[in-house]
T-cell receptor, first 115, second 115 residues
Framework: EPEVTQTPSHQVTQMGQEVILRCVPI?????FYWYRQILGQKVEFLVS????????KSEIFDDQFSVERPDGSNFTLKIRSTKLEDSAMYFC?????????????FGPGTRLTVT | GDSVTQMEGPVTLSEEAFLTINCTYT??????LFWYVQYPGEGLQLLLK?????DKGSNKGFEATYRKETTSFHLEKGSVQVSDSAVYFC??????????????FGGGTRLMVKP
């Protein structure tokens, strides 16, 4: 069964460094998402991406964040200058462009630790 | 804005016990409702969904009914198994019934089932 994959599973970085989190969505999916979960808190929406552009973003997704689909298979989240409060589990998700087929398939997550 | 509230865990049950995890929501539109499950070390998986009032979603013995009058979508299972131990997330998707809508999650409820 096809699945969403994410790398790395755990990333440790120092405050102020740039990080890139990688995701490979399911191959015939057209909508892509990033969510995050700070330890002990809710899963929060960051951004959705369709047709090579951002379709929706939350207030969390400020200028420090960017997303890209560089090669037709990967979907990346970049944090330009990490802060301590960016420490969280980051989930990638994808789904198809079919009316009613709005089930989002999630990857296993990348745990980001900013020290 | 939209929000989802679910009972805090952990919920600890013995095998074959009856499970209820409460979920209520606030939404401006007419949302679709979901339960996602996260097993240890894995991503979020869709457990069940309902798209309109009085719909009942069901899967793997779990059920939830979309109650518009009480804005609730409580998860139930008649007889839990040790393998049901996981974190359960209630979520909604508001807006048009298409593939690109963001999910709003509750805080998650950890279920532990003892043999």
């Amino acid at each position: 069964e096809p699945e969403v994959t994410q790398t790395p599973s755990h990333q440790v970085t120092q405050m102020g460094q740039e990080v890139i989190l990688r995701c490979v969505p399911i191959s015939n999916h057209l909508y892509f998402y990033w969510y995050r979960q700070i330890l002990g808190q809710k899963v929060e929406f960051l951004v959705s991406f369709y047709n090579n552009e951002i379709s929706e973003k939350s207030e969390i997704f400020d200028d420090q964040f960017s997303v890209e689909r560089p090669d037709g298979s990967n979907f990346t989240l970049k944090i330009r200058s990490t802060k301590l409060e960016d420490s969280a589990m980051y989930f990638c998700a994808s789904n198809r462009d079919t009316a009613g087929a709005y089930e989002q398939y999630f990857g296993p997550g990348t745990r980001l630790t900013v020290t | 804005g939209d929000s989802v509230t679910q009972m805090e865990g952990p919920v600890t049950l013995s095998e074959e016990a009856f499970l209820t995890i409460n979920c209520t929501y606030t939404a401006t539109g007419y949302p679709s409702l979901f339960w996602y499950v996260q097993y240890p070390g894995e991503g979020l998986q869709l457990l069940l969904k309902a798209t309109k009032a009085d719909d009942k979603g069901s899967n793997k013995g779990f059920e939830a009914t979309y109650r518009k009058e009480t804005t609730s979508f409580h998860l139930e299972k008649g007889s839990v198994q040790v393998s049901d131990s996981a974190v359960y997330f209630c979520a909604l998707s508001d807006g048009d019934n298409n593939a690109g809508n963001m999910l709003t999650f509750g805080g998650g409820t950890r279920l532990m089932v003892k043999p």
